[in-house]
């Protein structure tokens, strides 16, 4: 199979996946969108990883309802972004950078998403207590934003490690016996 149609499998997969896991019931903000940017950030092209990351938030934004236009345009570039953020820094992926830019990513998307809210939402007095305010109500959701980024990350890396591992052994094994 050639490199442009692996990419373009891993692609759809990470879609299809993402798409799935935020139809199915799910803790709020409990969702594989920045886990799917991250990955593809390592495993795609960064163009590919970019179009992925926003492929994925939009279909299932389609599907499951949009929002505040506003705070959906930032909501999708925080995926560009994180997208564009793993490409460049896990080159070469390993646990503690991945942990840290999976932290920073989560902080990252909470901080602009909800001054996102704060800035055009009307439902927080435009002050620095209204900003106080709005970051306040969403830690409940920022706690769930994190450990799903954490759970899904770690699953999409440690399922592509072991998938890495298995076919290397199989191509090494096949190789014994012709």
Same mark, same amino acid.
């Given at each position: 199979?050639?490199?442009?149609?692996?990419?373009?499998?891993?692609?759809?997969?990470?879609?299809?996946? #993402?798409?799935?896991?935020?139809?199915?019931?799910?803790?709020?903000?409990?969702?594989?969108?920045?886990?799917?940017?991250?990955?593809?950030?390592?495993?795609?092209?960064?163009?590919?990883?970019?179009?992925?990351?926003?492929?994925?938030?939009?279909?299932?934004?389609?599907?499951? $309802?949009?929002?505040?236009?506003?705070?959906?345009?930032? #909501?999708?570039?925080?995926?560009?972004?994180?997208?564009?953020?793993?490409?460049?820094?896990?080159?070469?992926?390993?646990?503690?950078?991945?942990?840290?830019?999976?932290?920073?990513?989560?902080?990252?998307?909470?901080?602009?998403?909800?001054?996102? #809210?704060?800035?055009?939402?009307?439902?927080?007095?435009?002050?620095?207590?209204?900003?106080?305010?709005?970051?306040?109500?969403?830690?409940?959701?920022?706690?769930?934003?994190?450990?799903?980024?954490?759970?899904?990350?770690?699953?999409?890396? $440690?399922?592509?490690?072991? #998938?890495?591992?298995?076919?290397?052994?199989?191509?090494?094994?096949?190789?014994?016996?012709?």
């Amino acid at each position: 199979m050639s490199a442009a149609k692996k990419q373009l499998l891993l692609a759809a997969a990470l879609i299809v996946y #993402v798409v799935i896991a935020r139809l199915l019931p799910h803790p709020d903000n409990f969702a594989p969108l920045t886990a799917a940017a991250i990955f593809g950030g390592v495993y795609l092209s960064r163009g590919s990883a970019v179009g992925t990351a926003l492929a994925a938030a939009i279909i299932s934004d389609v599907l499951v $309802g949009f929002y505040s236009p506003g705070v959906m345009f930032v #909501v999708w570039a925080c995926y560009a972004l994180i997208a564009l953020a793993s490409h460049q820094w896990l080159k070469q992926p390993k646990l503690v950078r991945g942990g840290l830019l999976t932290v920073a990513s989560s902080t990252f998307f909470f901080a602009a998403t909800n001054f996102a #809210v704060w800035a055009s939402s009307g439902m927080y007095a435009h002050s620095l207590a209204g900003l106080e305010r709005c970051f306040a109500m969403a830690l409940p959701f920022f706690r769930n934003s994190l450990l799903g980024d954490l759970f899904y990350t770690g699953a999409l890396f $440690g399922i592509a490690a072991l #998938v890495i591992t298995l076919s290397r052994r199989l191509a090494k094994s096949s190789t014994q016996y012709t």
